[in-house]
């Protein structure tokens, strides 16, 4: 095979933001860099069709990528030998990791729905761009966008109060 001096670039250049954006789809690190190996393997092959802006192409095989994992992946509790550790109390307590929370937010969202919010506010992708890399319409992206941030907002990781020190509120 011939080597292909644009695609290395492009690799070295957006890898951290693929790995990042798969990271939030499938939220494991491991799990993420494979995901962003198999689509860069996928896109590789298309790469000289791409055309000047292989982003859209490239965000699209990733989630597609992602949703096909995501259908076959066996759910199913797995057993370990000892009970895990218990969280401390007091621990709830401390300071909030908004980041935690963002992410369990996100897992709790249908997959769709965690997609178009993941494209849209954090890859920052305009409505067109995640409307072309899902292969829905504009309106769908703005509905499953809309439904999503509707679910968040009731979501009790966000609107339970935050735990006060000392019980006082």
Known sequence: MRDRPEFTAYVEARSPRLVRTAYLLCHDWALAEDLVQTALAKVWRAWRRIGADPDPYVYKVL?????????????????????????????????????AAIHAALRRLPDRQRAVLVLRYFED?????????????????????????????????????AAVPGGVS
């Open 63 to 99: 989630v597609n990528t992602h949703a096909s994992w995501w259908r076959r992946r066996w759910r199913a509790e797995v057993p370990t030998e000892t009970m895990p550790e218990t969280p401390d109390p007091a621990d709830a307590m401390s300071v909030r990791d908004d980041r």
């Open 125 to 161: 992708l305009t409505e067109a761009d995640v409307a072309r890399i899902m292969g829905c319409s504009v309106g769908t992206v703005k509905s499953q966008a809309s439904k999503a941030l509707a679910k968040l907002r009731i979501d009790p990781e966000f609107t339970a109060p």
